[in-house]
């Protein structure tokens, strides 16, 4: 899916790992991601967390996409520093999936914790 | 502030309203702002939503942050559309505030529903 | 619906208002409502505004239920003050509903923020 | 702390766990506990996770309140229902902190997923 995602491969993306449930995306930040303050744009520290969330929660072969999500931005970052998202499945029940995201960054410090909430739809999901 | 955001910039925002508490900016999907499933990435719907509410929230001479924030996702959008984040101050109270931010596409349709948290911090605002 | 609804007669809660996608509810706090800190406990803040929420969203003749809430606490209240939680819906979109509340004390100050999420079954309302 | 909590006492709250940054709290559905569709009130569910939030967070000496709090609804339950909520620290940065609290049935099905947000005070903690 993500080899697909344009999206995430414009911000750099790399899935480091992808197993039903479970998936770990990592991304550099790049001078073009600050935002006026010159920290990472809150934006694209929610995005690497949404694309691990969306690599996490597509997990058969429906597709599920996110209902919505919410963040709390725990540590600023900057310009070089690599930021992973380490997305786990918290729980699915029928249709709905809660998926909770941690993003750190290289000294393994908590930058954001972010909780999606999934929905699996009827159509299947692409090859 | 937005004038030195470079992520916004790239992503081609553009602000359309900033008064104190409320702001309004727009951005037009492009192709390599889609997801796997060939719709817009949320994390961009997010980052839209994010940086008006990041220009509506900084109202006086004090920084303002993202504490977090929460987002629905009702309408998935495409390439060529045109998003409106239409933010407005819910409370400020002390430190704290809450500002509400609705997405809409060129139909008038509403697109997600962002509601950020914000800190205010004893940084004073960049000139 | 609220006639039937034990939880919110105990804790004395009254219907102000009830139209399609607006509602108010009102609760004098008790003393068997405050928590270890001898403030009004968060969960019957919490409570109050989920009732109003449940008065708003159910518009039509199929049950709607909440599919979750967020909710950020901005004022504690204690015994006797008078709490009254005003519903509007926000979006209603397919089964799915957004609905915000406000939580303000006699005074009109606002004690807390409520977000509900809201799902449409296919049960029929009772009568 | 709970000891003088009145709110919780009289849903008949009971403290199976309290270590720090760790919380066990139960409580069995009564008649008056019950909405109008006749399953557990969604507020008194949220109010025993935040119980178990309030005792999980207040960890040392200062008293730390609830700032906010998610949750999501995914199984209902009624009358004679055990419900036990366990909450954990997720992070505590600064005077911020991030707890999850998962509500169960008796059989250990999960009930809600909920996620409180504190704010430690300045204020000395009751003896």
Redesign the interface.
């Known amino acids: 899916?993500?080899?697909?995602?344009?999206?995430?491969?414009?911000l750099g993306m790399r899935i480091e790992r992808d197993e039903p449930g479970i998936a770990v995306v990592s991304m550099t930040v790049r001078?073009?991601?600050?935002?006026?303050?010159?920290i990472t744009?809150?934006?694209?520290v929610?995005?690497?967390?949404?694309?691990a969330f969306?690599v996490a929660c597509n997990e058969d072969d429906k597709?599920t996409?996110?209902?919505?999500?919410?963040?709390?931005?725990?540590?600023?970052t900057g310009e070089g520093d690599v930021l992973t998202a380490t997305a786990r499945r918290?729980?699915r029940?029928g249709r709905?999936g809660?998926y909770?995201v941690t993003v750190t960054d290289a000294a393994g410090e908590?930058v954001a914790?972010f909780?999606g909430?999934s929905v699996t739809t009827d159509r299947p999901a692409?090859a």
Chains 1, 2, 3, 4 share one sequence.
């Not at 993500?2 to 995430?8: H, N, T, V």
């Not at 996409?65 to 600023?76: C, P």
């Open positions: 899916m993500l080899r697909a995602d344009a999206a995430s491969a414009v001078a073009d991601m600050l935002n006026g303050f010159a744009h809150g934006g694209l929610f995005a690497l967390a949404d694309t969306a597709v996409v996110a209902a919505g999500a919410d963040i709390t931005f725990l540590r600023s918290r729980i029940s709905t809660l909770d908590i914790e909780r909430r692409p």
